[in-house]
């Protein structure tokens, strides 16, 4: 008798209910994870994360390799679509029960159910545990009346009702001696982690690794930033650098997407740092950080058509216009703006960005200047960020272009004066755009000012070695204004008529 720990999110071995669920009975272990090439071929994944997958799963074999255990233990990985691999993986290895870390999204939410159905028809038990997320979904909109939490600060009131969330679980150290595999099974080579080349990566096209997937380096990560006590309790992320050469923050955030973190670990270590000090509270704080990821895990979980405008309850309709030239110039670091360019630059090499960064980025992209689908940026992201989270990515979009949740539309980002802020002498831009780095600080974020003596000297003449500015942003981020006080003004007026349409009142006059 088998059961199945279908690993999916959740890649490791600390605080993982669902795996220990999976120990429960006793039975023989297979540890699965499902690569599936048509996602291979075709999802929006860039070779960064392909890179970060590839490492994560290769340390959790070994993790599982390290287990104590009468047998060497291996994470099995197998490749074809769920619908197609557990029907066949039940009847060969003579499952009984499986379980996994439930998923929010709405594409694993219909996964699962095919799967569950083909379980139940094959006769296996599914098991499933929150792991990914602080708290159930269901258990905070059932403390908020049964309706979604559409604010932040709403979010906030409602977890500090229901108390901080349960203490991690124990690290998985070692297996019972029931649970070890049978014959040949852990050293069949078929089930190995994929290579880069499998994953469809040229090698050739990457750069030099800043941050290794896995939950070793996840839980090193982690150890590093938590000693820096003072460092953790006077934390505010506004005040963080987009622009600095070496991370201003944590870089948690992909360890915590794949889930080589968890969130519940993360939390109550702050809490053993914050005791007994003085600290930054939410949403600024590194804790408030948790809580803004579990605000749009929540949102996203119950919000239909949520990565999209059209259908979009939660979402503003703005008539974003689309042109093929402006989306591509923002997409390959070509817009003529110094520190847009070197932002899109760095997503595109390392994989990551400064949250601030992608502020500039996208508000620049959608409502400041470009008036460009805030759905095609975030397509981007999903591609090339190595923390990738379709709630987060989706609700930060919406936010950032002023589409939900952020109403000061008017407060735009200079892709000129931002940078300047942090970083006076343009050190940033000059890493990242070697094109411009002999301008003079006086010319490095608007290089298109400089004489055309200063640019030959520097090496590099506007609008020849360096496009010129796409738009004219003093000009239009004005008209862009206009266009989102009209929109407002549309979508409040549309939603006046129909409360009036709706209310008790309408109806009885009628």
């Not at 694993?108 to 159930?136: Q, W």
């Not at 070692?174 to 080349?197: M, N, R, V």
């Not at 702050?270 to 948790?290: I, R």
Request: net charge positive.
């Amino acid at each position: 008798m088998t059961t199945v720990h279908w690993f999916r999110k959740g890649l490791r071995l600390h605080d993982n209910p669902a795996l220990l669920a999976a120990l429960k009975e006793g039975a023989e272990l297979r540890p699965v994870f499902v690569l599936d090439p048509w996602f291979v071929k075709n999802a929006r994944v860039g070779v960064n994360r392909w890179r970060f997958l590839s490492q994560t799963l290769e340390d959790l074999d070994a993790c599982l390799r390290k287990l104590k255990s009468r047998q060497v233990v291996q994470l099995f990985v197998v490749r074809g679509s769920p619908e197609e691999v557990f029907p066949v993986l039940f009847k060969k290895w003579n499952v009984k029960r499986i379980t996994w870390e439930i998923d929010t999204e709405p594409y694993a939410r219909v996964r699962d159910e095919k799967v569950e159905r083909l379980a139940r028809e094959s006769g296996v038990e599914v098991v499933c545990r929150v792991g990914h997320t602080l708290y159930r979904t269901e258990k905070i909109i059932d403390a908020n009346m049964g309706k979604t939490p559409l604010t932040y600060q709403s979010l906030q009131k409602l977890v500090g009702k229901l108390g901080h969330p349960p203490r991690p679980l124990d690290t998985l150290t070692s297996l019972p001696d029931s649970c070890h595999l049978h014959g040949d099974a852990a050293t069949d080579i078929s089930f190995e982690p994929p290579s880069l080349k499998e994953l469809g990566v040229d090698e050739s096209q990457l750069e030099p690794c800043l941050y290794p997937g896995g939950e070793t380096e996840a839980l090193v990560r982690l150890e590093r930033y938590m000693e820096r006590k003072s460092w953790v309790c006077k934390f505010e992320k506004p005040k963080t650098s987009p622009n600095s050469l070496q991370p201003s923050t944590t870089v948690l955030s992909p360890y915590l997407k794949f889930g080589c973190l968890s969130p519940r670990t993360m939390y109550h270590q702050l809490l053993q740092v914050y005791k007994g000090s003085t600290h930054t509270q939410p949403p600024v704080s590194l804790m408030g950080q948790l809580l803004w990821r579990e605000f749009f895990y929540t949102v996203g979980a119950t919000t239909p058509n949520f990565d999209r405008m059209e259908g979009n309850p939660v979402c503003r309709q703005i008539p974003w216009e689309r042109d093929q030239k402006l989306m591509d110039a923002w997409t390959n670091a070509k817009t003529g703006y110094p520190f847009i360019d070197a932002i899109m630059t760095q997503l595109r090499k390392e994989g990551w960005i400064h949250h601030l960064a992608r502020h500039a980025v996208a508000c620049f992209l959608t409502r400041g200047d470009l008036w460009q689908p805030w759905e095609d940026g975030m397509k981007v992201f999903e591609e090339l960020l190595l923390d990738a989270d379709w709630s987060l990515n989706a609700g930060n979009w919406m936010w950032l272009s002023a589409s939900a949740f952020f109403n000061s539309y008017f407060r735009v980002y200079s892709p000129v004066a931002f940078g300047k802020n942090t970083d006076k002498y343009g050190e940033y831009i000059r890493k990242h755009l070697p094109q411009l780095a002999k301008y003079p600080e006086n010319y490095i974020y608007e290089p298109w000012k400089a004489p055309l003596g200063v640019q030959r000297a520097a090496g590099c003449v506007i609008g020849q070695d360096y496009p010129r500015p796409i738009v004219d942003h003093s000009i239009i981020m004005k008209r862009n204004m206009e266009r989102m006080g009209k929109a407002y003004k549309a979508a409040k007026e549309k939603k006046a008529a129909s409360d009036s349409q709706s209310s008790p009142r309408k109806k009885m006059k009628k």
